[in-house]
């Protein structure tokens, strides 16, 4: 047997730089979460997300107000019907995170708006339909990710890539 390289930590060393790892990175994800929180870090790429989201809403919002300019309130009426991906929770937390995302991405306006470019040549009523669903997919997206809703880890419901939402939030501030 060798003897134990000097250089090596101790298993209690070990454990000690571990722990000291995981509070670093709970702090760093507090500053993070910190962030989140308007006036507090308005160079914080968390905000920069917001902003960039919440213009994202507002061009939807004037585009569906200039192209389908007698139907722009369907934009606000649909709005909720987009959270029914949530319906997945009831399954999982890991199922609800899947068809939460795969709502609440912009792939899914951006293929169903070039579907409406493409329709065009074929059928203007359906471009119309497939133009208004997108714009209002995507406003809805836009707004979710401005309020600070975003793509949901699967760990829980609260957690986002923007950060933690509702009571997780103001718990992990109280710590």
């Known amino acids: 047997m060798t003897a134990p390289d ?7 060393a070990a454990s000690a730089l571990s722990a000291e790892a995981l509070n670093a990175a709970e702090a760093d994800e507090i500053r993070a979460d910190e962030a ?18 919440g213009a994202i809403a507002l061009a939807a919002m004037i585009a569906a107000v200039v192209l389908y300019p007698g139907w722009w309130w369907v934009l606000l009426a649909a709005f909720l019907l987009f959270d029914l991906s949530m319906l997945g929770y009831l399954r999982s937390t890991r199922a609800g995170a899947v068809s939460y995302n795969l709502v609440h991405s912009y792939l899914g306006p ?21 133009g208004l ?8 997206i836009g707004v979710d990710r401005a309020l600070g809703y975003g793509l949901k880890l699967p760990d829980a419901f609260e957690h986002t890539h923007l950060g933690w939402i509702g009571r997780a939030k103001s718990g992990r501030a109280q710590r």
């Open 133 to 140: 669903i997108a714009l209002t997919w995507a406003f809805h």
């Open 110 to 130: 951006a293929i169903l708006a070039a579907c409406a470019a493409i329709w065009l040549v074929f059928s203007a009523p359906a471009a119309w339909w497939l």
């Open 36 to 53: 989140v929180h308007p006036g507090t870090d308005v160079s914080g790429p968390v905000v920069v997300q917001r902003v960039e989201n």
């Open 6 to 12: 000097a250089a090596s930590p101790t298993p209690d």
